[in-house]
């Protein structure tokens, strides 16, 4: 049980390119989540997935996209890569839980570096 | 806007001290509060709290929510340097999972 996977760990772009980062989570989680994560400025929802097939801008969607592939799998997009998206993205997922909870479950990480 | 609010947002303490966070926040059809400690990756959750005046306690961390006044506090005794980690507080409004996440308290115990 691996929980929250993020691929790259790392990464460096030059401006103007694209890249993917994938995320997959084995809990059978209906709901995942993209946040960023700036100094001082705590966790940002980019753009979430309540459920397969539906997608929903967050707080700081510009500049991205989202595919909720399947249950387990909900990947980012930047297509042009922008200095000001130098940051840490988490990913995250959450189902319910006895009581009704719906506490969210986090992956390790990926820092983009955009020069 | 809904936001939510984290102060002190540093701290530094010495070891064994009793140290307590705090957490505002002004958000429409509240349901619950969460509590995650970040070391350097991914958050872990610590505590979810959803009844004002119940403590949630785990070892020498506790919490409690107060609906009324519309703030958190995390209270963490006899603290040691595994403690040193940016504590963040979120909650949730009624009828979604998304969480609206404060800036965190970013706390140093020092031996």
């Known amino acids: 049980n691996a929980g929250v996977t993020q691929t790259p760990k790392f990464q460096v772009l030059k401006t103007g390119q694209s890249m993917t980062l994938q995320c997959a989570q084995d809990m059978n989680h209906n709901s995942m989540y993209w946040y960023r994560q700036d100094p001082g400025m705590g966790l940002r929802l980019i753009y979430y997935s309540a459920s397969e097939g539906t997608t929903d801008k967050g707080e700081v969607p510009n500049g991205y996209n989202v595919s909720r592939l399947n249950k387990r799998e909900f990947s980012l997009r930047l297509e042009s890569a922008a200095p000001s998206q130098t940051s840490v993205y988490f990913c995250?997922?959450?189902?319910?839980?006895?009581?009704?909870?719906?506490?969210?479950?986090f992956g390790p990480g990926t820092r983009l570096t955009v020069t | 806007e809904d936001k939510v609010v984290q102060s002190p947002l540093s701290l530094v303490v010495h070891e064994g001290d009793t140290v307590t966070l705090n957490c505002s926040y002004e958000?429409?059809?509240?349901?619950?509060l969460l509590w995650y400690k970040q070391e350097k990756k991914a958050p872990t959750f610590l505590f979810m709290l959803?009844?004002?005046?119940i403590e949630k306690k785990s070892g020498r961390l506790s919490s409690i929510l107060d609906k009324k006044e519309l703030f958190s506090i995390l209270n963490i005794t006899a603290t040691q340097t595994g403690d040193s980690a940016v504590y963040l507080c979120a909650v949730t409004q009624g009828g979604s999972e998304k969480l609206v996440f404060g800036k965190g308290t970013k706390l140093t115990v020092n031996p």
């Open positions: 995250a997922s959450s189902g319910p839980r006895q009581g009704g909870s719906y506490e969210q479950y």
């Open positions: 959803t009844s004002s005046g």
């Open positions: 958000v429409t059809n509240f349901r619950s």
